[in-house]
């Protein structure tokens, strides 16, 4: 019966109680989540006193489906068939947001934790690890004089880095939104896995990719930093200096360490910046104010809304003259994508109409859906083979 | 009311509801943990319809404190005062056990997830990130001729290899054990930090630190081979391979990757390997089976139970001649460390026997308490400012 594991299984986590006091690894023979071969996902969870119990994931949105409890216990509930992706779920017990206890893979999303799963057989197996040549991702820190700070960010270099110890390569900078941090754009992003499949399919070029924090006045990720856990994560528009534009005025401090310490090919031509969200707005910004830097642009659901902008700052002033900047000093690609439910659709439009006026060519990708890292995940894999060729 | 956030939180997690679909990150107004001056820690729950709710936390083996319910549906517990460490803790809610749904910090222990928090004003310092140069952490990926794999490890550098770029570095081989991985010596052995923080106080040589992983037929930890989601986290010894000892014997692999791809001073004097339980086992045999290569072994809380060893195997016999052999071509430095109260005391008891029966000079650290991770940070803390002196 697929709903009960191997008899090792149990074997296994008994042993464990045997072996170690502290492991609280617990015998199960409940399977969830369960992805069948339809696509659905089945969930499960043993919870006999509770009175109510949903299973909350991100397949539309956020979506919603209360659980059914068996006479021995057992919640279950199955969805829809699903798209192949990466999603995230939550159990709601009686009000209580809980992990799937039996499912040992997570992520987390500015402060909360997410059991996930895959459906492979499409995108979703660009996010698999393959027997295929890895890079490395390393986290090291440079210092910001913008922030008067060691920062740290984390640098993904493509296998063919180790094996050509001379050669050098192109930089793309990847950037997160509110809420992100150094971390986003690799465990939810799978920036690490999406490169190594498609430069082993040849269907990127070898590349270095730098994923900064762009949140100024914060060195790392929370609980990364000397504040220890007092950082509790947080929206960055709850943090100093949100929208102040040193970010983007003094991004050149992540470039010179990234060409300092990596064996980059240092030039426009062989620079990109995308960023989602927020970091699709620094994205705009870091480019309007570095015009001669980055052959290659890109905005993913970019955070477009400039209603509370203070225009008299030096990064936000004089955008018209600032765009027919850019376009005169030149670029290769502008790739802007957005979900067509996407709550920041508007502001793209808006955004992408005032780049028309100031004469960039800039190539508009609508995709379906929302604000979600789906999305980002897919635009990821889409953009990065635009890179470099 | 200390067992309020300020109001800027709430507000905070409100506009994210606005800001994005799939983040889930909810409002709450309740403190927990909430470490107390006294050292005590006050933990809250808000289960309105829970009937009984427990926090089991490891700070004395397992231990579980029932929680008592307000008015308002919160459950709330306290702890006795707390010796300065790290601990993980769970609810057990009517049965179902869970993270604290409002703390972001967690660790993995093999399949199951805990909330964290630090007991600080004592060795938990050591495990704070300050603001001192850092080192960088990288995951890479080795080509194992015994395992027939690419197998990834994780590589610390010292902030001195980032800011000298001749300079070559001693190398401490730290190895995990049951059930842990490749990330397990960082994520719960704060090993990065440790290392950052002994440095700067100049208590501990600047040392390159390779912590691979110790299941030689898995290619990384749980969730990051090619098996994907469906290698799900167990004890070693559920694991082919387990003790049939083509990783001790093949462990110079490790060895010649990291020299040939680090700036390493690549001589016995500049060598030290240690491991906790199975890593201490994998230790002992390491050094047996490599007379020649450490200046440094360091046994934690090894397992040391050789009831069921196959003597037979090239890894595993001859113990005492090797024991001789070891002697013979010399070390600087043999550290064997164990808890009072762990399971395996005896076991380690005559095994330092038998290398006192063979003539090697052992100096034994007795500890208070058994299995842990606390131990093990400790010894961590404590034999790295021996080596390499």
């Known amino acids: 019966m697929k709903r009960f594991l191997l008899f090792f ?3 296994c986590c008994m042993l464990v109680a045997l072996a170690q006091q502290n492991v609280g690894f617990r015998a199960t023979d409940l399977v969830s989540p369960q992805v069948n071969a339809d696509h659905t996902v089945t969930f499960r969870l043993m919870a006999p006193k ?3 119990v949903k299973v909350v994931g991100d397949w539309a949105g956020e979506s919603t489906i209360a659980m059914t409890k068996s006479p021995d216990g057992v919640w279950e509930a199955t969805t829809m068939p699903l798209v192949s992706e990466m999603y995230t779920y ?4 009686d009000g209580v947001m809980t992990l799937d206890p039996v499912n040992p893979f997570t992520r987390r999303d500015v402060g909360n934790w997410f059991s996930i799963f895959y459906v492979k057989g499409g995108v979703a197996d660009y996010y698999q690890v393959r027997d295929v040549p890895h890079g490395n991702v ?4 440079y210092h910001s004089d913008a922030a008067g700070a060691d920062r740290r960010l984390t640098i993904y270099t493509p296998a063919a880095y180790n094996t050509s110890k001379k050669r050098r390569f192109p930089v793309f900078y990847l950037l997160h939104g509110s ?3 150094e971390t986003a754009w690799l465990d939810l992003g799978h920036t690490a896995r999406i490169l190594d499949n498609l430069i082993a399919e040849g269907k990127a070029e070898p590349m270095i990719v730098v994923i900064p924090n762009g949140n100024l006045t914060k060195d790392a990720a929370p609980g990364e930093t000397s504040e220890g856990l007092d950082f509790r994560p947080c929206m960055s528009n709850q943090m100093p200096g949100y929208k102040d534009g040193r970010y983007e005025t003094n991004f050149d401090e992540i470039i010179r360490f990234t060409e300092q310490n990596y064996r980059c090919l240092a030039d426009k031509k062989h620079r990109a910046v995308a960023g989602l969200s927020m970091g699709g707005f620094h994205t705009f910004f870091i480019a309007l104010n570095h015009p001669d830097t980055f052959d290659y642009i890109g905005l993913f659901s970019a955070g477009m809304d400039f209603s509370k902008l203070d225009m008299n700052l030096p990064a936000y002033t004089d955008i018209d003259g600032k765009l027919q900047r850019l376009q005169r000093s030149g670029y290769k690609y502008f790739w802007q994508a957005c979900g067509d439910e996407d709550f920041l659709w508007e502001a793209n439009q808006q955004v992408y109409a005032q780049m028309q006026r100031n004469g960039l060519d800039v190539d508009f990708y ?4 929302g604000h979600l890292w789906s999305n980002w995940r897919q635009y ?3 953009f990065s083979q635009k890179l470099f060729k």
Request: glycine share 8%; no cysteine.
């Open 380 to 382: 990821l894999v889409l």
């Open 9 to 11: 299984a149990v074997q």
């Open 366 to 369: 609508k995709s379906s859906r």
């Open 179 to 181: 809420g992100g941090d």
């Open 90 to 93: 939550r159990f709601n017990i």
């Open 50 to 52: 509770a009175e109510s």
């Open 138 to 141: 390393t986290t090291t820190w």
